[in-house]
């Protein structure tokens, strides 16, 4: 340990002890009863008719383990902070077209998505609640939050009046408001804000302009539901002004990195006399497979952040910590043309005050001394907590294999025979809402194939694609970067691939395509062209369309994974193929992370939940597994590879970043 960080914990340890006489953040805005909650009308916030800045910290609920969302917490209210703040994700509150789960709904996400536990263990751990409610996120989030169902209409204008899309709105929040609206401040509860959408002024362009409209029909749903706290809205006044704000009935907030204090002097130009708050300070950025690690120095973040709190404002760190992508969860954005998609890795780190494990970083102890510098209520505080240990468990060797040709023999969960090939969206499964993420097979069987047959695939894939004959991949490896040029991935349009050399008759011939991550943010246009799979054109073989497919989704979902059949000793290691392995634990299970240095690209899943995506061209190198996702016993870690696997699986205390 560090000897700044050794002196900071003593610090922290001394003022806990000087200040164990002083109110709790409840007891302090609390006492004497609740009259009033966050209020906006005047040059600085009140609530509850007591003056506060509001220093929150931005937690998604979605990203940490549920058994962690206490220890996360803590501490954030340990540095000082007095709120927390977390988006509400659509697409996994209504995961399949009116079927809703908000914990014991029995979809993959459940155990995350109990939001009273998230809003009661807030207010246990002494903390306000700021709920960034949508129905857009961004958050990088695979498609900015929004389910994927509401693709399959034939004509839906996302983030607008559009009679379509708002119907879908208006019953998702006539669902959610009312659970959310008990937990209000005013009626005792923790949260004493809502945001209406996300950086909504963002979407104004030559082609769209951000409708008020739309604004004030949300703000009816709220109403209606019995919301009554302040709500905001999120942007950059200084590149949007107020076209993505409500004047007069939201009060308009700013994201920014950087220059707080022309963003400031715009807010006051738009707002006189309101009081000026961050709800986006940016302590790190995102990552994209591909691309390098980024961080953000702790000495320009010291800055920024003292700037704010100095002005003075109130500001949400985003994020304090930012956790994990799960599974298939990340979001994905449109680069420039030449690059495409870019997608983003699972690891949602953020290079944040709490890393991805929930670890303290120098940025958690700069915050924690700025904010008792700076705000002028002070209450008591809880110490510092420890940090949740690592292991590195022994290596353990992969014991089994399922080959492709198996996997879809035995375990394909559906067979959809379609003419064309058709986007995995489309697909009538999971209650007629169609494949929101994994991988997607294109079989035709019974090929006959002339000499060096060559397959074209129509417009581009979305995103990445393998081709097999008779199981057995034909396509080029992914190796780096500059296979993102190659046949297979979604720069090329109308790639072509020489798929044999000698004639091959009654040949089974697969394409397998993989989901990168839906568009998390950018324009309204962008939405409605963010369908996966096979669905910009046709399949010819030799320039001759090839029509009457067998469809197969491989979504991986817990139940599937954990009772696949036709598993074998391993014979390869060269994929597509899943490969298993056992982690056999003997006392209490403590995090760690799976190091895929070994391995190319593909998912691992551990006791059937989809831990995440690997990528062999980093920056991200290593899986978060945390502690609640093993138990004491036998645990199954099933690795499907794409390409060129390793023959064991070694695990490490921390994660590794390698830049391309």
């Given at each position: 340990m560090c000897l700044y960080f050794t002196i900071l914990l003593l610090i922290s340890s001394f003022n806990l002890f000087a200040s164990e006489d002083l109110p709790t953040n409840y007891e302090y805005f609390t006492s004497g009863g609740i009259s009033s909650g966050l209020s906006?009308?005047?040059?600085?916030?009140?609530?509850n008719g007591k003056e506060i800045f509001i220093y929150s910290g931005g937690l998604h609920y979605f990203r940490v383990p549920r058994a962690y969302w206490?220890?996360?917490?803590?501490?954030?209210?340990?540095?000082?902070?007095?709120?927390?703040?977390?988006?509400?994700?659509?697409?996994?509150?209504?995961?399949?077209?009116?079927?809703?789960?908000?914990?014991?709904?029995?979809?993959?996400?459940?155990?995350?998505?109990?939001?009273?536990?998230?809003?009661?263990?807030?207010?246990?751990?002494?903390?306000?609640?700021?709920?960034?409610?949508?129905?857009f996120i961004c958050a990088e989030y695979n498609f900015g939050g929004f389910p994927t169902w509401l693709l399959r209409e034939n004509h839906i204008e996302f983030r607008t009046t559009d009679e379509t899309y708002m119907k879908y709105?208006?019953?998702?929040?006539?669902?959610l408001l009312?659970?959310?609206?008990?937990?209000?401040?005013?009626?005792g509860g923790p949260v004493i804000a809502f945001q209406i959408e996300n950086e909504y002024g963002n979407q104004e362009s030559r082609n769209f302009r951000p409708q008020k409209e739309y604004l004030e029909q949300l703000h009816q749903i709220f109403s209606n539901n019995g919301i009554v706290e302040l709500l905001v809205t999120a942007d950059s006044p200084l590149s949007h002004g107020d076209a993505g704000a409500l004047p007069g009935v939201f009060l308009?907030?700013?994201?920014?990195?950087?220059?707080?204090?022309?963003?400031?002097?715009?807010?006051?130009?738009?707002?006189?006399?309101k009081p000026l708050m961050v709800m986006e300070f940016w302590s790190g950025w995102f990552d994209f497979w591909g691309d390098k690690h980024t961080t953000k120095k702790a000495s320009s973040v010291k800055d920024v952040y003292e700037r704010i709190l100095k002005y003075p404002a109130s500001a949400n760190i985003y994020m304090f910590i930012g956790g994990t992508n799960f599974g298939f969860s990340n979001g994905a954005t449109y680069g420039t043309a030449d690059v495409g998609i870019e997608s983003i890795t699972t690891s949602y780190d953020y290079d944040a005050p709490l890393n991805e494990a929930g670890d303290y970083t120098d940025k958690y102890f700069d915050i924690k001394e700025l904010v008792a510098k700076y705000n002028p209520v002070k209450t008591s505080t809880p110490e510092v907590p420890e940090l949740i240990p690592k292991v590195a468990y022994p290596t353990i060797p992969i014991e089994k294999e399922i080959t492709f040709s198996d996997l879809i023999k035995n375990n394909a969960p559906h067979v959809i025979e379609s003419e064309n090939v058709i986007a995995m969206e489309k697909l009538d499964i999971n209650s007629n809402s169609g494949q929101a993420s994994g991988y997607i097979v294109y079989r035709k069987e019974n090929v006959d194939l002339a000499p060096k047959t060559v397959l074209k695939i129509g417009g581009k894939v979305c995103d990445s694609a393998e081709v097999l004959i008779d199981g057995v991949r034909v396509s080029p490896n992914f190796e780096t970067n500059a296979d993102f040029d190659n046949f297979g991935f979604w720069r090329k349009q109308d790639a072509t691939l020489q798929v044999n050399t000698e004639e091959k008759k009654g040949a089974t011939l697969d394409i397998l395509v993989e989901n990168w991550g839906r568009v998390n943010g950018g324009r309204v246009t962008g939405y409605n062209q963010t369908f996966k799979g096979l669905w910009q054109g046709d399949v010819y073989l030799n320039d001759k369309k090839v029509s009457d497919w067998k469809i197969i989704p491989l979504e991986f979902k817990k139940d599937w994974t954990n009772n696949l059949k036709s598993w074998?000793?391993?014979?390869?290691?060269?994929?597509?193929?899943?490969?298993?392995?056992?982690?056999?634990?003997?006392?209490?299970?403590?995090?760690?992370?799976?190091?895929?240095?070994?391995w190319t690209r593909g998912l691992v899943a551990v006791n059937g939940f989809p831990l995440g995506?690997?990528?062999?061209?980093?920056p991200q190198q290593a899986l978060y597994l945390p502690a609640p996702f093993l138990k004491k016993g036998s645990n199954s870690i099933v690795v499907f590879e794409e390409y060129k696997g390793a023959d064991e699986l070694k695990f490490v205390t921390k994660q590794i970043w390698s830049n391309p």
């Open positions: 906006a009308d005047q040059p600085t916030f009140t609530l206490r220890d996360r917490m803590r501490k954030i209210r340990a540095a000082g902070l007095n709120a927390v703040a977390t988006y509400i994700a659509w697409n996994l509150h209504e995961p399949e077209n009116g079927v809703f789960d908000f914990g014991n709904g029995g979809s993959e996400m459940e155990d995350f998505l109990d939001l009273e536990e998230f809003m009661k263990t807030a207010q246990e751990e002494d903390l306000f609640v700021i709920l960034r409610s949508g129905p709105v208006t019953r998702y929040f006539n669902t009312p659970i959310l609206e008990k937990y209000q401040f005013t009626k308009q907030t700013a994201n920014l990195g950087a220059s707080p204090e022309q963003q400031f002097e715009k807010l006051l130009q738009l707002q006189p006399n074998s000793e391993v014979s390869s290691s060269t994929g597509p193929a899943l490969y298993y392995a056992n982690l056999e634990i003997s006392d209490e299970p403590s995090d760690t992370y799976i190091d895929m240095r070994q995506r690997y990528t062999k061209i980093g």
